[in-house]
């Protein structure tokens, strides 16, 4: 019976030590479960954005002019945006309150001709309340991103003479790096669409496809080609400036925005179809 | 003495003896109050094992208190060692007792309800001093405590402890076993996690299967509340959890334990005659007493046994998972632990059969055993048949658990299943738990994991490829593994796993892919 209650003395004294060691250590501790949820909660809003936002909102948050506003952007987060619709509560209650309720209205001065859908599950949306707050923490973590980005320069479209719509015409020497810089900006908005591939840009290669420059060659060897391209250059440019003049199978042919032609000058183009040609 | 015509005694007695010994011989007085009749020094002595006095002042608490009135005050010396009890009965009841008083406290900090549940357990876990201990302790206990309340039967089974007259303590025995299945199981659902979710459905689903249709699909209705599990569902099952099951519990323990000291603790087989039972009789000689021996000893038991809670509590964390979500059914989801067993007969069929029908069978079988099996001999040698039995029982009990696990007879493609080594969804898994910035930007190819250029994407490669390298290569075949790891925001990677393969039979290629999103800070492997 002794060393009962000995050993259970000692049991007591190790209840005590555990206790206090929780006791000291617990402050530490909640605040790094805390941080590591709230981070999680960015991985969790970074799969709803992809799989709910991106198609109109760009897959980084850059917006598709005609289509969506931009998120990933410096006014946003300076408080700009804000003070334009006169909302006075934080950031954080914006955004959750847009992605919650939707928009019904267009803000005063933008036109965007689609409306905000409402994504809130208890205003008739398919997401639940943690979703939406998943959500905005995703896009609040754009904050440095966006902010960064305001001083540098953006690429522009449409300065100079547009390229039109002819194929043939002769382009000046294009550079890969800046094409590509391009093909990624949101002034372009190709990714927006043509990044529906698992990996990456659609036009690059992947598994057994070639890149886009080898598949540009094939196609216009095919027999059932129907454009007027001779070259995997000139396939190119038809498929940016006259995309209907062929449509691979299985695409369905009111995607493709036709304005290019009037939008990208013939540099740009050039930049462009070089930098898919380097996609072998 | 008076001060303003109210008498006080105690002035008297102060001003009679002094205030030292008057405050001692009150202090000895309510300590004997209290204790029903163990005044210190008595306690003193049960401490230092000293011989009692006559009268045996160590009886009162057992004839006037109301803690003990129901606890022997001595018990035969047979039963003084860890055979033939292993302590299981005693060892249940504390687990009891440890889950009620962390669960009153978890309470406090818990709304059963769809919208907040999850975003409570937040709480507990970031916001509330020592509220991952508590949490981590309530969970630890449930599953020790169906563990303990198992091995509690089988023991009992073992020693023929349920033969007349015993009958009908095993007869509530059994249906505690029932409570403590359905108090684990119905504290599964309230985190409110993928895991409660899908755990619960899977165990409901089968009451669906009860005949006639109209049967199973109100029971249904009753079980989750609604045609799927939400608000009403949470909260049925938080109420059965916290206020149905306990009562059924404390009320069966009651009638439980009144019986196992109604008839006596059955002595060990070998020690009776055959068809006898002695175990009220103990003679003089082979007495031990309640005070000191059992009580000091269930005493320390208690110290111990919360010591190992506390400290098991700092290394086994109970699981969180992500939010429940009605849409996804995460990969390798099952019934918790203890209904493996039933989750193993679904897969041998039909649902009314191995769902219902055998399993009810069972338990009745369990329930009405000892008013079936009546032979008159508790020896072991003289049960060959029965034990075999048991045993046989037992074994198939864990081969149904097997088959109850995700690694026997579902249906998933190999390829998802190498994916889900590196990315569970049940758990974090090696990618969530390497080191954020040793996963560098890049493509990498599986086979090449020699080239990769940091540590924790060569160990996940290979490991990517020996998964690849195990998929059986008769329907598909050239398997080829690729990650992608993309910056995808301030302190956010994303990475995508991709199998690529060709089709044996037209030779066209296939791809299966996994994207996942993994920030540097979320710390996976706190034990979540």
């Not at chain 1, 501790?29 to 960015?42: K, L, Q, V």
């Not at chain 1, 479209?157 to 590509?180: F, H, K, Q």
């Not at chain 2, 008076?2 to 309510?30: A, C, M, Q, W, Y």
Request: aromatic letters at 10%.
């Amino acid at each position: 019976m002794r060393w009962h209650i000995a050993l259970g003395t000692v049991a007591v004294v190790v209840i005590v030590v555990v206790l206090a060691y929780v006791a000291i250590t617990e402050t530490a501790r909640m605040e790094s479960f805390t941080n590591a949820y709230d981070s999680r909660r960015i991985e969790v809003g970074a799969a709803l954005y992809e799989n709910n936002c991106r198609t109109c909102h760009g897959p980084q948050g850059e917006g598709i002019p005609g289509v969506a506003p931009s998120i990933n952007a410096p006014d946003l987060f300076n408080g700009e945006r804000l003070m334009a619709v006169g909302f006075s509560g934080t950031l954080y209650d914006y955004i959750e309150g847009v992605v919650a309720y939707g928009r019904p209205v267009p803000s005063a001065g933008t036109s965007y001709p689609q409306r905000m859908p409402t994504w809130g599950q208890e205003f008739g949306g398919p997401l639940r309340q943690d979703q939406v707050d998943a959500i905005v923490s995703f896009i609040l973590n754009w904050e440095d991103q966006a902010l960064a980005a305001a001083g540098e320069g953006t690429v522009t479209l449409g300065e100079g003479e547009a390229v039109g719509v002819d194929v043939g015409v002769s382009l000046p020497e294009g550079d890969p790096r800046a094409g590509a810089s391009l093909s990624q900006s949101a002034q372009a908005g190709c990714s927006a669409c043509h990044e529906l591939a698992a990996v990456g840009p659609a036009w690059a290669a992947e598994a057994s496809q070639p890149g886009i420059g080898e598949r540009a060659g094939q196609r216009v060897a095919q027999s059932d080609y129907s454009g007027e391209a001779e070259t995997a250059g000139q396939y190119l440019l038809e498929s940016i400036v006259n995309p209907y003049a062929y449509v691979v199978e299985g695409f369905d042919a009111s995607l493709m925005p036709r304005d290019y032609g009037e939008r990208l000058t013939a540099q740009e183009a050039a930049d462009l179809i070089a930098y898919m040609l380097s996609l072998r | 003495m008076s001060i303003f015509n109210l008498h006080l005694p105690i002035l008297d007695e102060i001003k009679e003896h002094g205030l030292k010994t008057t405050v001692r011989d009150r202090s000895v007085d309510v300590v004997t109050r209290l204790t029903s009749g163990l005044s210190p020094s008595d306690i003193r002595s049960i401490l230092r094992d000293d011989p009692p006095g006559r009268p045996n002042p160590r009886l009162k608490p057992h004839s006037e208190g109301f803690w003990l009135h129901m606890k022997p005050t001595y018990y035969h010396q047979l039963m003084d060692g860890v055979y033939p009890t292993f302590r299981l009965g005693w060892l249940s009841t504390f687990f009891f007792v440890f889950e009620i008083i962390t669960g009153v406290l978890l309470m406090v900090y818990y709304t059963p309800s769809p919208a907040f549940a999850y975003e409570n357990m937040l709480t507990i876990l970031g916001n509330v001093p020592f509220g991952r201990l508590l949490r981590d302790m309530h969970r630890l206990g449930a599953e020790l405590m169906v563990a303990v309340v198992m091995l509690h039967a089988l023991r009992t089974f073992l020693t023929g402890s349920y033969k007349k007259p015993r009958q009908f303590t095993w007869a509530t025995g059994m249906i505690l076993l029932l409570v403590t299945w359905l108090l684990s199981f119905s504290g599964y659902l309230l985190p409110w996690d993928q895991l409660s979710l899908w755990a619960v459905t899977i165990g409901v689903s089968m009451v669906e299967a009860i005949p006639p249709e109209i049967v199973g699909q109100t029971v249904n209705l009753l079980a989750r509340g609604a045609p799927e599990f939400g608000a009403n569902g949470l909260l049925r099952w938080y109420l059965l959890h916290v206020v149905a099951m306990p009562l059924v519990g404390i009320i069966f323990f009651g009638v439980h334990y009144y019986k196992v000291i109604h008839h006596g603790h059955s002595l060990p087989p070998e020690d009776e005659e055959v068809g006898e039972d002695t175990a009220k009789r103990v003679p003089t000689d082979t007495r031990v007493y309640f005070f000191p021996t059992i009580a000091t000893r269930e005493l320390f038991y208690t110290v111990a046994l919360t010591a190992m809670m506390v400290v098991g509590s700092l290394f086994i964390h109970a699981p969180l998972e992500p939010h429940a979500d009605p849409l996804i059914t995460p990969l390798h989801s099952t019934a918790p632990w203890y209904f493996l067993w039933l989750q193993g007969m679904l897969k041998l069929g039909d649902k009314v059969i191995w769902g219902l029908i055998v399993p009810g069978v069972l338990i009745s079988g369990l329930l009405v055993l000892p008013y079936i099996e009546v032979g008159p001999s508790r020896r072991y040698g003289d049960r060959r048949i029965g034990l075999t039995a048991g045993a046989v029982t037992t074994l198939l009990f864990a081969i149904l658990s097997y088959m109850g696990s995700p690694w026997y007879a579902v249906q998933t493609s190999a390829e998802q299943e190498a994916v889900a080594e590196l990315v569970p969804e049940t758990h974090p898994g090696p990618l969530r738990l390497s080191d954020w910035n040793e996963l560098q930007v890049g493509t990498y190819d599986a086979s090449a994991y020699e080239a990769a250029p940091t540590e924790a994407l060569h160990d996940l490669l290979e490991e990517f490829d020996h998964e690849l390298a195990r998929i059986p290569r008769d329907e598909r075949t050239d398997h080829e593994g690729i990650m992608v790891i993309e910056n995808w925001q301030t302190g956010l990677k994303k990475i995508t796993l991709r199998v690529l393969w060709t089709t044996v039979a037209d030779g066209n290629p296939g791809e299966y892919s996994q994207t996942l999103y993994l920030h540097e800070d979320s710390n996976y492997g706190q034990g979540e």
